[in-house]
């Protein structure tokens, strides 16, 4: 821990993307926040018909809508100061950190990125991950690897 630079990523080990980190991680330090989250839009399809109400009485009835969500790509820039929130022995999930830094009043930054993601810890993102990367590997692939 000692040894950490000011500024570092972290990234889950079961993501695929063309995601620049070299820009994400840019974006962060001019950014000056404590924690820069990259995001992806998603759009999940509610297979049910869903209701809106006021008390008892329905106000909407919206068949099998499509909801926008930003989610976590798993690419994280961390700034040093993260790490006094974080405490030896403590289990400590990722979205209670976030919550806590925002809490004690730390900027905490999104980073929107339009590249191509997949969280291949799902079995239908898994499949398509293996699909698209065997068709490009380069896409996914720095330079210096190939």
């Known amino acids: 821990v000692k040894n950490l630079p000011e500024n570092f990523l972290v990234l889950n080990g079961d993501i695929l993307t063309t995601l620049?980190?070299?820009?994400m991680?840019?974006?962060?330090v001019k950014s000056g926040g404590i924690l820069t989250v990259a995001s992806k839009n998603r759009q999940t399809r509610v297979q049910l018909g869903v209701l809106e109400f006021e008390g008892d009485t329905v106000t909407d009835y919206v068949e099998k809508p499509i909801l926008d969500y930003e989610v976590s790509m798993g690419v994280y820039a961390y700034n040093r100061k993260v790490l006094s929130f974080v405490h030896t022995g403590e289990p400590l999930d990722f979205p209670d950190l976030v919550l806590s830094l925002i809490s004690a009043g730390n900027t905490v930054r999104c980073y929107r990125s339009k590249d191509e993601w997949l969280d291949i810890g799902n079995l239908e993102d898994f499949t398509e991950a293996q699909r698209v990367f065997s068709e490009c590997p380069e896409k996914y692939l720095p330079?210096?690897?190939r």
Not at 20 to 23: H, P, R
Not at 25 to 28: G, K, V
């Open 143 to 145: 330079d210096k690897y």
């Open 20 to 23: 620049d980190f070299g820009k």
């Open 25 to 28: 991680f840019d974006y962060h």
